[in-house]
């Protein structure tokens, strides 16, 4: 096959490239002609001392990367496919604490203990609450007599507060876990002048309120997920550090991605207006599933080759970085029919949005499907004639698709 016609230095987790759009078509080429390729990187422009990475880009080998973490780890370099030239070793390091970057047997005991918040019965016991919530999010936006920030008044709102709901956070301090995880993933964005050391100074304000939140429920449970977590360690509960990095955890994959869905799914309807009269008719269970597809708020993850293997044709070097692009597998044409259409009624969906399988499947899933059902259902009830007022405002990112703003009216 034809190498893809790709310009030289053209690299998937450049965040000028995010901070516009998807790259979509180049993923295409990939998949079609070198789904496995080197990406050449100048030495530690990621915050790594190597020369770049493989992009991994057809779903069928990012499931494999995924479900294999003895042949690719997320211990050894974290999940973090790029940080930026000024992060120290000893920072990287540092953030094998956060369960996301570990892997079995460590990562088997810290996951066995911290799902038992998201059992399903744990989760049916928040639906009506957050239903409420959601209710009263959308009643709140529509009072707003112009156009306003869908972001903020809508799509940030119910995973905060399913947030503080979860793990016993008072409401009044959603805004700081908003702010503290805004700040720790927001380093490449200009807009907001962060740097490195306020982005460390944010994840250790988060960790030492959560650490202090265990010490607390260790003198005195009470009946939420922070007791059930940190009461007693001496029969498999987590010490309050591991509890801190489990909130600074959860802040983001809990708060950023879930509402970075939520934000594209409705750019999404508003973009396709049939998908969204079809939805308000029909209301399917289908609808959530697609938005992550859709949206794929993660765009990439990363793995670190702990042996010389093969994938896709290509040998993998021992200590070789291997990008994961869910963005790309979720568009992957042997996999999904019409990949490009926007379809909530797509079933069956294997999209990788929640992650590609194996021991880091996403531990919330059910948590975000439920509040995006709910906030979906919300607005088409309460703001039916909800419409675009301007494009999205993205974020400069190199891993997370994201959105800072978007302007809507309700109509």
């Known amino acids: 096959m034809p190498c893809p016609a790709m310009p030289d230095g053209f690299d998937f987790t450049d965040p000028d490239l995010l901070h516009h759009r998807v790259p979509l078509p180049e993923f295409a080429e990939l998949r079609a002609a070198e789904p496995v390729r080197w990406i050449p990187q100048p030495a530690n422009i990621a915050g790594f001392q190597d020369e770049g990475y493989w992009a991994v880009t057809r779903h069928a080998d990012v499931r494999y990367v995924s479900t294999h973490p003895e042949i690719f780890?997320?211990?050894?370099?974290?999940?973090?496919?790029?940080?930026?030239?000024?992060?120290?070793?000893?920072?990287?390091?540092?953030?094998?604490?956060?369960?996301?970057?570990?892997?079995?047997?460590?990562?088997?005991?810290?996951?066995?203990?911290?799902?038992?918040?998201?059992?399903?019965?744990?989760?049916?016991?928040?639906?009506?609450?957050?239903?409420?919530?959601?209710q009263s999010i959308v009643t709140n936006a529509r009072a707003h007599p112009g156009p306003f920030d869908f972001v903020t008044e809508v799509a940030c709102e119910l995973p905060l507060q399913a947030i503080?709901?979860?793990?016993?956070?008072?409401?009044?301090?959603?805004?700081?876990?908003?702010?503290?995880?805004?700040?720790?993933?927001?380093?490449?964005?200009?807009?907001?002048?962060?740097t490195e050391?306020?982005?460390?100074?944010?994840?250790?304000?988060?960790?030492?309120?959560?650490?202090?939140?265990a010490a607390e429920r260790k003198q005195c449970p009470a009946h939420d997920i922070v007791s059930t977590l940190v009461a007693a360690e001496d029969e498999g509960n987590l010490n309050s550090d591991e509890?801190?990095?489990?909130?600074?955890?959860?802040?983001?994959?809990?708060?950023?991605?879930t509402r970075n869905a939520i934000t594209h799914g409705m750019h999404a309807f508003l973009t396709h207006p049939e998908q969204w009269e079809l939805y308000k008719r029909e209301r399917p269970s289908t609808a959530a599933e697609e938005i992550v597809r859709w949206a794929t708020p993660v765009n990439a993850f990363q793995r670190t080759a702990t042996q010389d293997t093969e994938l896709g044709g290509k040998l993998i070097h021992q200590g070789d970085r291997v990008g994961i692009f869910y963005a790309s597998a979720n568009h992957d044409p042997e996999v999904f029919e019409n990949p490009d259409v926007f379809?909530?009624?797509?079933?069956?969906?294997?999209?990788?949005?929640?992650?590609?399988?194996?021991?880091?499947?996403?531990?919330?899933?059910s948590l975000a499907v439920l509040e995006i059902d709910l906030i979906f259902n919300a607005i088409a009830d309460a703001m039916p004639n909800l419409t675009l007022t301007g494009d999205p405002r993205r974020l400069r990112s190199a891993w997370i698709n994201g959105v800072k703003e978007l302007q809507v009216t309700a109509g």
């Open 73 to 134: 780890s997320s211990y050894l370099n974290t999940a973090i496919i790029r940080f930026n030239e000024h992060m120290e070793r000893a920072s990287i390091d540092a953030q094998r604490l956060i369960l996301l970057n570990m892997d079995p047997p460590e990562h088997t005991r810290v996951r066995q203990i911290v799902q038992r918040g998201f059992t399903p019965r744990a989760i049916r016991a928040l639906e009506e609450r957050l239903r409420d919530r959601a």
């Open 343 to 365: 379809d909530v009624m797509r079933d069956p969906n294997p999209h990788l949005g929640f992650g590609g399988g194996g021991p880091h499947y996403c531990l919330g899933k």
């Open 164 to 194: 503080a709901e979860l793990i016993g956070i008072p409401q009044d301090d959603r805004t700081k876990i908003f702010d503290w995880s805004n700040k720790m993933i927001a380093y490449d964005d200009p807009e907001y002048a962060i």
């Open 243 to 257: 509890f801190g990095f489990f909130v600074l955890m959860l802040s983001v994959a809990g708060n950023e991605t």
């Open 197 to 213: 050391q306020v982005g460390a100074e944010s994840a250790a304000e988060l960790i030492a309120y959560s650490m202090a939140m």
